[in-house]
């Protein structure tokens, strides 16, 4: 399906590298400009430099997203160079797999704050956006209990119950509010590249409970997957596709969005 966003500003909060890469690449190819943040310099500059390839606006920034001021600076700093922002899509994360404070720690400030504060940033430019939108990225392991990655799993469930908090209290504003839960997702440099490469036997544990069985993969080129569709889909809802316009009413979405490549999704 093609979409149409011409003209939107979008803003990917931890986009340099797998799925905010992959996402911030789509919304360029899409016709939108878009502004991608991120700690690592190497990584940001080189997205940026795809994202730039489309002749759409472009804006990157170094950014710590466990630090509050450096996150609303990077806001106000890419509403500026893009003139506005529509989307915000909050997708970093500390990825905290250890009980232990600095897992805790880590997860709170980057996966649950940062989507708080970055959020809170961006809603005075949304409210003055076209189908203003904030996408959060869960997971689909803030569904299940278990003993892997307590404080990771912790913080995406809090996102989800958030994501749905914050879709009432900005309906009023006509600001929608979805989240995503993917499920295993490889892209170079990721967690799960790095599992086949040092961990083959959890690797292929991990691959044999996905019903498709092969993981999700974050694609950056003309042959993406369903991930950054789906984000796209998110930003849609409530528009037409193929023109960018408004239908009317729009709706709020209280509640988190689709959840990919899942034992669970096959069961329910």
């Known amino acids: 399906m093609a979409f149409d966003f011409d003209g939107r500003r979008v803003v990917v909060a931890g986009g340099s590298r797998g799925i905010g890469r992959s996402i911030a690449l789509a919304f360029a190819r899409a016709g939108a400009g878009v502004s991608t943040c991120a700690r690592g310099a190497e990584d940001l500059a080189r997205t940026h430099a795809e994202i730039a390839a489309h002749g759409r606006q472009t804006h990157s920034a170094a950014c710590d997203l466990a630090d509050r001021d450096a996150i609303v600076r990077y806001i106000r700093e890419a509403a500026a160079a893009l003139g506005g922002i529509d989307v915000l899509v909050n997708n970093a994360s500390a990825f905290g797999i250890k009980d232990d404070e600095e897992g ?21 430019f949304l409210e003055h956006g076209t189908g203003p939108c904030i996408i959060n990225i869960s997971s689909v392991g803030s569904l299940r209990c278990g003993a892997a990655r307590p404080p990771y799993a912790a913080m995406k469930a809090a996102v989800n119950h958030y994501t749905a908090s914050l879709a009432a209290i900005l309906a009023p504003k006509r600001i929608r ?16 590249e790095r599992a086949r490469l040092s961990n083959l036997p959890l690797y292929h544990a991990i691959r044999s409970s996905i019903p498709f069985r092969p993981h999700g993969r974050a694609r950056g080129d003309r042959r993406r997957g369903a991930f950054p569709s789906l984000a796209l889909r998110a930003l849609d809802h409530g528009s037409d596709p193929r023109r960018g316009r408004r239908r009317e009413p729009p709706r709020a979405i209280t509640g988190p969005g689709p959840v990919l490549n899942s034992a669970r999704a096959n069961r329910d």
């Open 177 to 192: 509010v979805n989240a995503i839960a993917p499920g295993s997702i490889e892209f170079p440099g990721g967690r799960w």
């Open 104 to 124: 805790w720690a880590g997860g709170m400030s980057v996966d649950m704050m940062a989507t708080v504060r970055a959020g809170h940033a961006a809603i005075p």
